[in-house]
């Protein structure tokens, strides 16, 4: 059986643990690695690696570090193929899913390609008699970011890059459902120059992540995960003293006005809804329609186009989805469609009992489709992380509004509409971290930032973008007075000469 080990400069002989955890063939239900699952040894000893290695990294001009982050972003994309194929082959995405997952991690990288300018500081000249006050961006040390399974290679790069690329070491610490992309991405940022110590990858679970909070050499934990999880590394990150940041789950809301390009919302559901069978932070897993009339003509578009989305496994070119990741979360995701049928709900289509011939043990999930659910069901109010699309009716736009706004989660919503001002006054209003307008997916731009509201997200910076090196770095200020001399020769200041 393949072992996937930690990446640890040094490397990993003589740690204790023999936990390990089985990583699946998502398409075939078969084990076909072991992850090591470690502790405090293993994190000990990454993070001597990385104190060695951080002060000589931090006093790399910028400008170096950032032909790091060029040469890595050039290796990937060579071996883009390579990548997309483990990736898909663990997490179950489809290879296009797999190569948006790479490339929207690579555009953080090429933001960090430009991290000199990004890294200045601010000057005030004669903020007094003589004085001048300046700033600078300092590393924090070594960060730690503790990632989900569900994007193996966008949310590392996310984090690690923009903490490199401002001066720290970074230790990931990779969802143990998808591990090897994350080993592999160390090798690259090696192989780009990056010094030894400076990017190291430890495999566990909680005792790892519990390891990793408590440690007094890092300075800084970025998570992204479950909201549960993520409030409760928020809270232990920062009473040992950290700066975290924890992105969690989401329940993101189409609403969709009545004079909406309705094929165009059906063919944006399709994708949103159900890409990646559903398992993304930003999916679509709630359409609102405003009127009955609307919710009537979309209900009557969606069913065609759910018939004829095509389950398949991940290397299928034709295939709109994949498996979902374990037959753990094929169970729940069962779970949660039984639940909203109990609630009342009406099951329009029903994924369940999906089989794919020859691969009846893979952890397929066929498209679900509710209608008439209501914003008391648990179902609704919780994240279902599969390919279910819910229906919730509203009467009119302030109930569409309230909706997103009053949900517990506050990742992302939509909203589809050709009217300028609705636009506008639902962008304004709503209550969440990142909004679309006739956009069903409105993951920002690497540049901008990316970061939920509501329980959605704990901590105050979002990810990548200037709020990313915000959370890497910290600001030193130097207020400066040089004293022309006075003129009784005691304190004179000479200005050199040449000569
Ligand atoms: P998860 O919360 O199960 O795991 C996230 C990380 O926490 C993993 O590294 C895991 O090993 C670790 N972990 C698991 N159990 C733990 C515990 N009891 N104590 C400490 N650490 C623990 O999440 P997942 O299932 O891998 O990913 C899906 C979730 O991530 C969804 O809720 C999704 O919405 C969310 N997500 C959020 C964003 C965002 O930016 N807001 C992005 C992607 C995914």
New binding site residues.
Partial sequence: MRLIDHVITGGTAGLASTRKSPVFDPNTGAVQAEVVLGGQDALDRAVAAAQAAQPAWAATNPQRRARVMFNFKALVEARMDELAELLSSEHGKVIADAKGDIQRGLEVVEFCCGIPHALKGEYTQGAGPGIDVYSMRQPLGIGAG??????PAM?PLWMGAVAMATGNAFIL?????DPSVPNRLAELWLEAGLPEGIFQVVH???E???AILDHPAISAVS????????H??YNRGVAAGKRVQA????KNHGIVMPDADLDQVVNDLAGAAFGSAG????ALPVVVPVGEDTAERLRAKLIPAIAALKVGISTDPEAHYGPV?TQA?KEKVEGWIQKCADEGAELVVDGRGFKLQGRENGFFVGPTLFDHVTPDMDSYHN?I?GPVLQIVRARDFEEALSLPTRHQYG?GVAIFTRNGHAAREFAARVNVGMVGINVPIPVPVAYHT???WKR??FGDTN?HGMEGVKFWTKVKTVTARWPDGGGDGSNAFVIPTMG
């Fill in positions: 503790i990632t989900p399974f569900n994007f949310i610490k990779p969802s143990e459902r566990g679970d909680k790892m992540v519990d998570f992204v995960g479950s909201s549960d999880i993520a409760y590394v992105m969690g789950g989401a398992e993304r932070c930003m990741v979360h994240e992380f990742n990316f970061g939920g959605s997200a990810q």
